[in-house]
């Protein structure tokens, strides 16, 4: 059987991370496409000449041509600009969401049958333009933040439990944005809950405010101390986790920017919600109890993701 193509639309700092992430799986072949001449090449050159090293068989092509992503099985969309120390993600629009409409007039052309993710920022209101622009199915049209979110939730709670990351599990729901919603009761250690955990002593609740205060805020932390640009290696692993579940049909429950037809109250609307991603791309978009506090801060979150994607409709009327 032939090997899986992987486009990767942007091949900047994620793009270029996302190119090596997929070898070392052995996803398949890459193609990094960019605007910029020479960089998808020499990237994906570059990544080429490590595969005798690495041990890994796949071929890389680098290109400025969306022609070459003819037949992707999966593409990963970076393409934008990423946010700068004093920006938020949604000063990102006036840039973004036009790079949007052009990867989605590549991807219908070229690409109609893959599976979609979108990275670019921010993030629920450009995998909407995506979807939009592209005309894909909206169950094959994907956006990466909640795998990413609760990478970080995770972290930080292995981290101060000193336990392996491996046992912690953690959900974010809403919008990537500081009014994301970890969510602490389904989150936990080996299926301990979190509330248990407190009051077994493992961590005082305050601890854990912050813990969930930093995750919201995890984004940012890491702008700040780059100056230069946003982070990649954690954004470029969750979209991989991602990409592996599509490829390999193993229908992962992971929280991802879906989109919503009823579920949680909303239509027409990408929002972070537990999925579940195989084959079929998302095949079911997981509906969970929700307490008081735990919907007005989902809600509010919505609210942040309705006034992006009104501003996009304000921009390109088309959408
Ligand atoms: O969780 C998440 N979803 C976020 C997303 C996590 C981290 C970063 N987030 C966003 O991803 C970030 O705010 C940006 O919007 C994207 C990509 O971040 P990256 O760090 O990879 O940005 P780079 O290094 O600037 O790469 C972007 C590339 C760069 O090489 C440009 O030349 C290219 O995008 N680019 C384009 N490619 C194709 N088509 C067009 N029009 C285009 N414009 C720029």
Redesign the pocket.
């Known amino acids: 059987m032939a090997r899986a193509k992987i486009a990767l639309?942007?091949?900047?700092?994620?793009?270029g991370t996302l190119a090596l992430l997929a070898g070392l799986r052995e996803l398949g072949d890459v193609v990094l496409?960019?605007?910029?001449e020479g960089?998808p090449q020499g990237k994906s050159l570059d990544i080429a000449e490590a595969t005798p090293v690495l041990g890994f068989d796949a071929k890389y092509a680098g290109t400025n041509s969306y022609e070459a992503i003819a037949g992707a099985d999966v593409v990963i969309v970076?393409?934008?600009?990423?946010?700068k120390p004093g920006m938020s993600?949604s000063d990102?629009i006036g840039i973004?969401l036009k790079?949007m409409e052009?990867?989605g007039a590549g991807i219908k052309a070229h690409a109609p049958d893959a599976f979609v993710i979108c990275?670019?920022?921010p993030?629920d209101a450009m995998v909407w333009a995506l979807q939009k622009a592209s005309g894909l199915p909206a169950n094959k049209v994907v956006?990466?933040?909640g795998v990413?979110d609760s990478a970080r939730f995770r972290y930080f709670l292995a981290d101060a439990f000193n336990v392996s990351v491996e046992d912690v599990t953690a959900f974010v729901l809403g919008g990537?944005g500081d009014d994301m919603v970890p969510l602490v009761r389904y989150s936990g250690v080996a299926g301990i809950p979190l509330p248990d955990l407190v009051k077994m002593g493992w961590a005082t609740q305050e601890k854990v405010d912050a813990i969930v205060d930093r995750t919201r805020k995890g984004?940012g932390e890491i702008v700040n101390l780059l100056k230069t640009?946003?982070?990649?290696y954690a954004?470029a692993a969750s979209a991989i986790e991602m990409a592996t579940s599509y490829l390999r049909d193993k229908k992962r429950l992971l929280p991802c920017a879906a989109y919503l037809s009823g579920e949680y109250g909303q239509s027409d609307l990408y929002l972070g919600v537990p999925v579940i991603i195989g084959a079929g791309g998302v095949e079911r978009v997981v509906e969970i109890e929700l307490n008081a506090d735990e919907k007005a801060m989902l809600d509010k979150s919505i609210a942040s993701v309705q006034e992006l994607v009104g501003e996009c409709k304000k921009i390109l009327p088309s959408l």
């Open positions: 639309v942007g091949a900047g700092q994620i793009g496409f960019d605007v910029v960089v970076t393409a934008g600009v990423p946010r993600r990102l973004n790079v052009q990867v990275i670019t920022n993030l956006g990466m933040a990413l990537h984004g640009g946003s982070a990649f954004p």
